[in-house]
């Protein structure tokens, strides 16, 4: 009897222990890739409606924008993070363009505010209250916020003999204050910047405890809070609450995250490039197969690979390799904020050279609005070559005609498309969302080095955002535990349960 009582209770203890690590996700070691905790969830939105037409030269010169804010950013730090998922709405289409931004909850009780996503600087920062030129409406039909300081219950500031001061900021984008406050002053190479000072609160999340469980989260993070900002950020055509900085920082939100075992060092997207756009952005390891990866170029402040060569129709382009090697100012950097794709001068010529040959005897040239264009009369993909994009680590990235060409309308009963790709102004080659479309990408920053594969970023993507696979619907994420983890965890509980009942027939 005392047998039957003692397995009764470790089968009930069993079935509780299971119970708990279904809504919890605690992981053992032997089946955890990554110690994080649950998926968490902003949804991600669209600047720009898809029917409002942008030209290629707006696009041009907001990618230019962009580009010196990558190479003059100031704050860039050395460590990496990240687990957050994003439903991502917009589109590819350069002439169906949008910036995208998502909400954010801060402070006590919380605030929420539209900040724009930025691959390409590490800080979150949102206005502050205090600030006197920042803009107070928006032409994007959104409501701006700005951050009260004193009226959050849990704000606190960080002061110049703090270690994230002292210590973290050691660059030009870290100052002291008067009143002893750590501030900071981005200037980007557009003439535009930000200043103000860092602080601490807290940060809401919606986190994903299993199949239809959502749980309200949130942790502690550092942030920048803006008193200041000229240029472009004082226009109110475009003017959201902040950026949302997803860099290699430290003080990135995902580093901060991840530093601290909330999420695991790695982040996912997958853009859908037909005209309705969409996708998913996940903060996890989007899992499919055929994935190829190569190893982010080490020491440098951004997403930064080795591209090795170019191939045109399986034939390589007559390109020096010495052109894209990395350095300060040089290399190539994968870039979802970037709208076209950049090479540099020597490849470039070469590219479109080898294009244009290519097709000759098939389309008509044309020269529309300075770029080179193509009229067409039929699938672009029975008369263009494809493209390969060769890393190292021996990945290819294979382009089809749709990812280096954009339809720009019809020109004498025919389909007029263009090369997307542009001759880069600087010395960098910048891999942007005309390239990165239809494919899952995966920024795997625990090995330093990103995958990509060819997918319908319109299906759900498997997810691994703790021991096991999670299911992730782009549009509208719902995330399940896998029959895998219900199983593992369950054989688990039932091994305690066993030994529970020897220990207690032996009592």
């Known amino acids: 009897m005392r047998i039957f009582r003692s397995l009764m209770l470790a089968v009930a203890l069993a079935v509780a222990l299971a119970v708990t690590e279904l809504a919890a996700s605690p992981l053992p070691s032997v089946f955890a890739k990554y110690a994080a905790g649950p998926a968490k969830i902003l949804p991600l939105e669209r600047a720009f409606p898809l029917d409002e ?17 990558i190479l003059l950013g100031g704050g860039r730090q050395s460590s990496v993070g990240g687990v957050v998922d994003f439903p991502v709405q917009g589109s590819s289409d350069p002439y169906l363009v949008g910036l995208y931004f998502t909400k954010v909850k801060l402070g006590s009780p919380p605030t929420e505010f539209n900040v724009q996503i930025d691959t390409g600087s590490d800080i979150l920062w949102v206005t502050c209250s205090s600030c006197s030129n920042c803009p107070h409406s928006s032409g994007l039909g959104i409501d701006l916020h700005f951050f009260d300081a004193p009226g959050s219950l849990t704000a606190g500031s960080v002061t110049c ?7 973290v900021f050691q660059t030009t984008a870290a100052q ?10 981005f200037r980007y190479g557009d003439g535009s910047g930000t200043s103000g000072y860092y602080m601490t609160d807290t940060f809401y999340f919606d986190a994903i405890l299993g199949e239809s469980l959502v749980a309200n989260s949130s942790a502690p993070i550092v942030f920048g809070c803006s008193t200041y900002q000229s240029g472009d950020l004082t226009k109110s055509d475009k003017a959201v609450d902040g950026i949302f900085g997803f860099g290699k920082g430290k003080l990135s939100v995902v580093s901060q995250l991840s530093s601290r075992g909330i999420t695991p060092p790695v982040f996912s997207h997958c853009l859908k490039g037909d005209g309705s756009g969409g996708g998913v952005f996940v903060l996890g390891e989007i899992l499919v197969p055929g994935m190829v990866y190569s190893p982010l170029v080490p020491s440098q402040p951004h997403y930064n690979l080795n591209l090795l060569s170019i191939g045109v ?103 007029m498309w263009c090369i997307g790709f542009q001759k880069a102004p600087e010395e960098q080659t910048i891999l942007g969302d005309l390239v990165l479309k239809d494919k899952v990408f995966v920024y795997d920053l625990a090995r330093q080095r990103i995958g990509w594969a060819n997918y319908d970023c319109s299906m759900s993507v498997n997810v691994s955002v703790t021991s096991g696979k999670d299911i992730v619907n782009s549009g509208q994420p719902c995330l399940n535990i896998s029959a895998r983890d219900i199983l593992l965890r369950f054989f688990f509980s ?5 030994l529970l009942c020897i220990f207690f027939s032996l009592t």
């Open 176 to 185: 002291c204050s008067e009143n002893n406050q750590c501030g900071y002053s």
């Open 494 to 498: 039932i091994l305690v349960a066993l």
């Open 161 to 167: 003999s703090d270690p994230i001061c002292s210590s």
């Open 53 to 69: 037409p942008v030209e290629l030269s707006e696009l041009r010169a907001r990618d230019r924008v962009r580009h010196a804010r």
């Open 313 to 415: 129709n399986g034939q390589m382009l007559p390109i020096d390799a010495a052109v894209f090697e990395a350095s300060n100012t040089r290399g190539t950097i994968v870039d979802t904020g970037t709208t076209l794709t950049y090479l540099v001068k020597e490849a470039y010529d070469p590219f479109l050279n080898a294009i244009s040959n290519s097709v000759s005897q098939l389309v008509t040239p044309i020269i529309s609005n300075g770029e080179q264009c193509y009229l067409v009369s039929t699938s672009i993909s029975d008369m263009f070559p494809p493209v390969s994009l060769n890393f190292a680590g021996g990945a290819s990235m294979m382009l089809r005609p749709q990812d280096y060409l954009f339809h720009y309308g019809f020109y004498d009963g025919a389909s």
